[in-house]
């Protein structure tokens, strides 16, 4: 598994670094903090219930391409010291089987390219790949749920901006951009996420409306999204709360519901009310505005 890293990582195709950190199980908060700070594709937790020697922790991770992961990984074993292992392997990254079509909310249904959408469908069109946001899990479900409600909602306009933070595939943005926003910036700091979105976004004819960027944009929105791992989510809700305009709102999932009141204590202390809650297979999604005359 692991070998010397490359002063350099080598361009190319897109690909991923698997990254293991076998360490004290006591040490586990720490380390998945410590992984998360390098800006990974998504973190898996293995204990001894779950493939682990008893005592310790293996927490894997992928890495997106970049050429700095190598020294990444060289600064994460330091940071860590002689009782933590880190071991890693690349990954090519090939473009898997697209998955079937799958109808999300009222309206749309994710396809492959070439794929038609089956009658009274707007298809989103998607190729099979590792970015997050295929449009079948249940956290993806609840978002497109909720941006066609408030598209749809009586007694006032229907977000005309939309920011969606931690993009993936951009499914949300290219949502909102079907729904009738005119202006849409697709957020991420993964390569591999904003290499796919901008993918997406060209074949399914929206470059006009969504520009995909690296870093959250100033400025605010009259609606704000975010799909996003747990502990990134908490981290983004002040900053995503700043950019919802004036009788904006902010759209939030990808925690689990017996999570939600950490997430709606976030939401509180950034200034924020929660005007609805959903739930699906047991994960969460909140609406949050901001209380009357706190934006104005």
């Not at 690909?15 to 903090?33: C, F, G, I, M, N």
């Not at 090939?94 to 079937?100: D, G």
């Not at 790949?129 to 598209?151: I, K, N, Q, S």
Request: aromatic residues 4%.
């Amino acid at each position: 598994m692991s070998g010397q890293l490359p002063a350099t990582d080598p361009p190319g195709a897109p690909r991923l670094r698997e990254l293991t950190v076998d360490a004290p199980a006591d040490r586990e908060a720490s380390v998945v903090a410590a992984v998360y700070r390098l800006g990974v594709q998504g973190v898996e937790v293995r204990d001894a219930e779950s493939g682990a020697p008893a005592g310790r922790v293996h927490v894997v991770a992928w890495l997106p391409p970049s050429p700095t992961a190598s020294r990444a990984i060289r600064g994460l074993r330091r940071r860590l010291g002689p009782d933590a292992r880190c071991e890693w392997r690349d990954i090519a990254v090939t473009w898997e089987a697209a998955p079937p079509a799958a109808s999300i909310g009222a309206r749309f249904v994710v396809v492959a390219p070439g794929v038609a959408a089956p009658p009274g469908r707007d298809a989103i069109v998607l190729d099979g790949h590792l970015a997050f946001g295929d449009g079948l899990h249940p956290t993806t479900v609840l978002c497109v749920e909720a941006l066609e409600r408030r598209a749809a909602a009586p007694g006032g306009p229907a977000p005309s901006s939309v920011l969606d933070v931690g993009t993936g595939t951009g499914i949300l943005a290219l949502v909102a951009a079907r729904l009738g926003a005119t202006r849409v910036v697709a957020q991420d700091i993964d390569p591999l996420s904003l290499w796919a979105a901008r993918r997406h976004v060209e074949d399914n004819g929206a470059s006009a409306v969504i520009d995909v960027v690296e870093v959250l944009p100033a400025g605010t929105f009259d609606l704000v999204v975010a799909n996003l791992y747990f502990a990134p989510l908490l981290a983004l809700i002040p900053a995503m709360a700043a950019r919802v305009a004036p009788g904006g709102e902010l759209v939030v999932s990808g925690f689990g519901v017996d999570a939600r009141g950490r997430v709606e204590a976030v939401v509180v202390a950034a200034g924020l009310v929660v005007r609805e809650a959903k739930e699906r297979e047991g994960w969460g999604l909140l609406v949050c505005g901001w209380r009357v005359g706190a934006a104005e």
